[in-house]
């Protein structure tokens, strides 16, 4: 499996193309906002003549679904995630005008047979990914775990030495923290997280980070 990480809006997300030798792709959290973004995305996926299978939000802030319907509409996907972070895409526009934007687009609910609950699976090609439910972020955060290529993508869970903020009024600290303790950092040393923001880090690396 190979990964293509894009840094997308003015937050910004890491979106993410993966990939296998199949050229069957998905694509995650695309936080396509500004213009030229969604072309940046674009263009590559049909430069390494890929097919995109699916498209998946580790969950429904805003940041990492602004490009959901583009995706949607270009490849022909229904976005995939968990139904418990809704309300986000309901008041979308009521949360960015907190920063000032003005948003014009629109994103569609996920629809219920695209909804992921803990322990479903997803698969493009060959490659199969594990969802784990781990709230705390948002009610709906999920991380999509690949056992053989060792990587997790995290979304905002856990990022390099640091975890997602829990001040929202739907967060939960102590649900983040048992999530991360039960079900991330037990996962192999070697395994590469791709978070949503910055950069790539290990579970030894935040195993340490977490004491435990």
Same mark, same amino acid.
């Given at each position: ?46 430069? #390494? ?7 998946? /939000? @580790?969950? *429904? &802030?805003?940041? =990492? +679904?602004? %490009? ?48 992921? #609950? ?7 090609? /060959? @490659?199969? *990914? &594990?969802?784990? =439910? +781990?709230? %705390? ?76």
């Amino acid at each position: 499996m190979q990964v293509k990480c894009f840094e997308f809006n003015f937050l910004p997300v890491n979106t993410y193309v993966i990939w296998d030798e199949t050229k069957e792709a998905a694509v995650i959290d695309p936080g396509c906002f500004y213009p030229g973004e969604t072309d940046q995305l674009a263009s590559f996926i049909k430069d #390494n003549s890929l097919q995109v299978k699916l498209l998946l /939000n @580790t969950h *429904l &802030h805003f940041d =990492h +679904v602004f %490009g959901n319907n583009f995706v949607e509409e270009t490849y022909g996907v229904k976005a995939r995630a968990n139904d418990l972070d809704m309300p986000w895409i309901r008041t979308m526009s009521a949360r960015l005008s907190v920063f000032g934007i003005d948003y014009k687009g629109h994103v569609n609910p996920i629809e219920p047979e695209n909804v992921i #609950n803990e322990g479903d699976s997803v698969s493009f090609g /060959n @490659t199969t *990914l &594990h969802a784990l =439910h +781990v709230p %705390g972020h948002s009610p709906g955060s999920l991380v999509f775990w690949n056992k053989e290529q060792n990587c997790v993508f995290t979304g905002d869970v856990i990022f390099q030495g640091s975890y997602g903020r829990t001040d929202f009024p739907d967060g939960n600290h102590e649900a983040l923290m048992n999530g991360i303790r039960t079900k991330l950092l037990t996962m192999p040393d070697e395994t590469v997280v791709y978070p949503g923001h910055g950069p790539i880090t290990t579970i030894k690396h935040e195993r340490n980070y977490y004491r435990l």
